[in-house]
């Protein structure tokens, strides 16, 4: 099993930037794909992006392609989500997830591909 737990949300004015860190504890945290999801009030939880054990594939929701980029240090048990150019629609409880799964990894944007999950963390873009 691996446990997560993310930091780094915040309050943060539109067009600025937020890192977000996901720390994982438990098993080698290089057996894991990771994703991210965010859910705002109201709303569904919706994929975010996702990435590949080795750090190199890498998996966006349109939404955030060309803002976002995930990455991960396996050395340091950590995963990551930079967020830039921030929008106000971006606001949400962010969650990191993991799977140890390359066959549930295939259906990457689904909740149901995760079997591990963080608390969340909240981030909150004022316009």
């Known amino acids: 099993q691996v446990q997560l737990v993310e930091s780094g949300g915040g309050l943060v004015q539109a067009g600025g930037s937020l890192r977000l860190s996901c720390a994982a504890s438990g098993r080698t945290f290089s057996s894991y794909y990771m994703g991210w999801f965010r859910q705002a009030p109201g709303k569904e939880r919706e994929f975010v992006g996702t990435l590949g054990r080795s750090g190199v594939t890498t998996y966006y929701a349109d939404s955030v392609k060309g803002r976002f980029s995930i990455s991960r240090d396996n050395a340091k048990n950590t995963g990551y989500l930079q967020m830039n150019n921030l929008k106000p629609e971006d606001t949400a409880v962010y969650y990191c997830?993991?799977?140890?799964?390359?066959?549930?990894?295939?259906?990457?944007?689904?909740?149901?591909?995760?079997?591990?999950w963080g608390q969340g963390t909240q981030v909150t873009v004022s316009s």
């Open positions: 997830a993991a799977t140890d799964s390359p066959l549930r990894w295939l259906n990457y944007r689904s909740l149901g591909a995760y079997n591990y």
